[in-house]
């Protein structure tokens, strides 16, 4: 396990940041804005277990994304870890965590109505916040597809961030569903 006494040790002042392996990076380079990025997607996943506590679909998702929030810090680990000798030791996303996201979306989409318009943002307090992680995951998404444009990363990233945001997606609709929230459906202006 790690053991962290103190939380600040002066050394990122140079605007530069310890990677997993000893080297150093830039506090803006790809490597630190992905595993960055994925760190916010993992926080507000942390808002939708706050609201999750007031929703009748707590004991489904609840669970789901407990696990969704060790996966992603497994992630950002991996992401974390430039040598690739080292970061196949270390956690990290792999087929399985894609295909049990595929099985869990699968089975909750089946419950829902057959969109005929685009969804907008909302549907609820735990909706919405599953919109809003939604969105950050497809940052990180892309965050980590101009990573893998230049340095190696762990072969099911991308796949795992893509599924993951479809997942999201379907949870928002799901958990608007079970607290009896309405969806509010794009409405294209007509000219």
């Given at each position: 396990?790690?053991?962290?006494?103190?939380?600040?040790?002066?050394?990122?002042?140079?605007?530069?940041?310890?990677?997993?392996?000893?080297?150093?990076?830039?506090?803006?380079?790809?490597r630190i804005?992905?595993y960055?990025?994925?760190?916010?997607?993992?926080?507000?996943?942390?808002?939708?277990?706050n609201a999750?506590?007031?929703?009748?679909?707590?004991?489904?998702?609840?669970?789901?994304l407990?696990r969704?929030?060790?996966?992603?810090?497994?992630l950002?680990?991996?992401?974390?870890?430039?040598?690739?000798?080292r970061?196949?030791?270390?956690?990290?996303?792999?087929?399985?965590?894609?295909?049990r996201l595929?099985?869990?979306?699968?089975?909750?989409?089946?419950?829902?109505?057959?969109?005929?318009?685009f969804?907008?943002?909302g549907?609820?307090?735990?909706?919405?916040?599953?919109?809003?992680?939604?969105?950050?995951c497809?940052?990180?998404?892309?965050?980590?597809v101009?990573?893998?444009?230049s340095?190696?990363?762990g072969d099911?990233?991308?796949t795992?961030?893509?599924r993951l945001?479809?997942?999201?997606?379907?949870?928002?609709?799901?958990?608007?569903?079970?607290?009896?929230?309405?969806?509010?459906l794009?409405?294209p202006?007509?000219?």
């Open positions: 396990m790690v053991r962290i006494n103190r939380v600040y040790t002066k050394t990122g002042d140079d605007g530069t940041t310890g990677l997993v392996g000893g080297d150093r990076a830039p506090k803006d380079s790809p804005e992905a960055g990025t994925v760190d916010e997607l993992n926080a507000a996943v942390g808002l939708v277990m999750l506590a007031r929703s009748p679909g707590r004991a489904r998702l609840e669970p789901l407990k969704v929030q060790n996966e992603l810090f497994n950002g680990a991996e992401l974390a870890t430039p040598d690739e000798t970061r196949a030791r270390s956690p990290a996303v792999s087929e399985r965590h894609v295909k595929e099985e869990e979306l699968d089975e909750l989409n089946d419950t829902l109505p057959e969109l005929r318009s969804v907008l943002p549907g609820g307090e735990v909706s919405s916040f599953l919109h809003l992680a939604r969105t950050i497809r940052r990180a998404e892309r965050r980590v101009t990573l893998r444009r340095e190696p990363v099911h990233a991308v795992y961030l893509n945001s479809d997942a999201l997606f379907v949870f928002g609709r799901w958990a608007a569903a079970q607290d009896g929230a309405a969806e509010a794009w409405e202006e007509k000219t």
